[in-house]
Nanobody, 121 residues
Framework: QVQLVESGGGLAQAGGSLRLSCAAS????????MGWFRQTPGKEREFVAA????????YYSDSVKGRFTISTDNAKNTVYLQMNSLKPEDTAVYYC??????????????WGQGTQVTVSS
């Protein structure tokens, strides 16, 4: 069992920045990754970024590539999502997830509670 606790959401203006954090309850080994997804009302959960704990292999969605950066602090069992050049369409509830590296939600077994990000124009 892995508990994930997110923080760092909030309100930002277009062009601004926010950093999300997600702390895992225990150290993870092996072929596992941390991912970030986001969801808006009435839509499916959308992949944002993911990073393998050991290989540092990273995936980004096309919509955030060049603006968002995912990183990990293995000593703190924490993954970060630095979000720059924010756009109103980035507004969503952001979820971190733990599982097998992919761009698909179904490969992630554990999920955080979600944190709201709102970008005003």
């Amino acid at each position: 069992q892995v508990q994930l606790v997110e923080s760092g959401g909030g309100l930002a203006q277009a062009g601004g920045s926010l950093r999300l954090s997600c702390a895992a309850s225990r150290r993870t080994f092996g072929n596992y990754a941390m991912g970030w997804f986001r969801q808006t009302p009435g839509k499916e959960r959308e992949f944002v970024a993911a990073m393998h704990w050991s290989t540092d292999n990273i995936y980004y969605s096309d919509s955030v590539k060049g603006r968002f950066t995912i990183s990990t602090d293995n000593a703190k069992n924490t993954v970060y999502l630095q979000m720059n050049s924010l756009k109103p369409e980035d507004t969503a509830v952001y979820y971190c997830a733990w599982g097998i590296l992919s761009r698909t939600a179904r490969t992630y077994e554990y999920w955080g509670q979600g944190t709201q990000v709102t970008v005003s124009s």
